[in-house]
T-cell receptor
Framework: GENVEQHPSTLSVQEGDSAVIKCTYSDSASNYFPWYKQELGKRPQLIIDIRSNVGEKKDQRIAVTLNKTAKHFSLHITETQPEDSAVYFCAASTGTASKLTFGTGTRLQVTL | DAGITQSPRYKITETGRQVTLMCHQTWSHSYMFWYRQDLGHGLRLIYYSAAADITDKGEVPDGYVVSRSKTENFPLTLESATRSQTSVYFC???????????????FGPGTRLLVL
């Protein structure tokens, strides 16, 4: 089955700096890659996703890049703010039954 | 977000007891999922369902039972709870799969389960 690895497990950045979280996947048939943000004690919420026919997608300060050849994708957050502090999860899906395989999460801490 | 709810939100039980976690969605989504979240493991799929009366195992199904008699409900039962099942449980749902596209999953608020 699919295996998703996520790095780093923790990331601390200063407010205004950029943050990058990287994920690799094993199943070359995977074609959907969402990113979820989970604040403390809350549910995971989708922040951005990308499909395999696209190499990059942006939404304001958030961007995701996908390299199908290398089987990795990354989340980029620019101009970080304290409210960006949370745990971020990447995931991959082959589209079969919409099953997602999640990475183990990255705890992002944005310091003042 | 209000379209998918879970109950109870918190549950304390003892080893060996049967526990049922409820999940209800109002979007008429075909797909529903149960995950458990543990530190260091992220979100792991327990069971999922493609439609009423259709269920299938995920990554960690042992010790759990599911049913889906109605599209909107997807209860998860721990037949004989063990301490290792102490976790946060999330239910999720997504729209019908079209073609080969993956679909966005929307999560419920979670149930925190403590097995003593």
């Amino acid at each position: 089955g699919e295996n998703v690895e996520q790095h780093p497990s923790t990331l601390s950045v200063q407010e205004g700096d950029s943050a990058v979280i990287k994920c690799t996947y094993s199943d070359s048939a995977s074609n959907y890659f969402p990113w979820y943000k989970q604040e403390l004690g809350k549910r995971p919420q989708l922040i951005i996703d990308i499909r395999s026919n696209v190499g990059e997608k942006k939404d304001q300060r958030i961007a995701v890049t996908l390299n199908k050849t290398a089987k990795h994708f990354s989340l980029h957050i620019t101009e970080t703010q304290p409210e960006d502090s949370a745990v971020y999860f990447c995931a991959a899906s082959t589209g079969t039954a919409s099953k997602l395989t999640f990475g183990t999460g990255t705890r992002l801490q944005v310091t003042l | 977000d209000a379209g998918i709810t879970q109950s109870p939100r918190y549950k304390i039980t003892e080893t060996g007891r049967q526990v049922t976690l409820m999940c209800h969605q109002t979007w008429s989504h075909s797909y529903m999922f149960w995950y458990r979240q543990d530190l260091g493991h992220g979100l792991r799929l327990i069971y999922y369902s493609a439609a009423a009366d259709i269920t299938d195992k995920g990554e960690v199904p042992d010790g759990y039972v599911v049913s889906r008699s109605k599209t909107e409900n997807f209860p998860l039962t721990l037949e004989s709870a063990t301490r290792s099942q102490t976790s946060v449980y999330f239910c999720a749902s997504s729209e019908s799969l079209r073609g080969d596209r993956g679909e966005t999953q929307y999560f419920g608020p979670g149930t925190r389960l403590l097995v003593l």
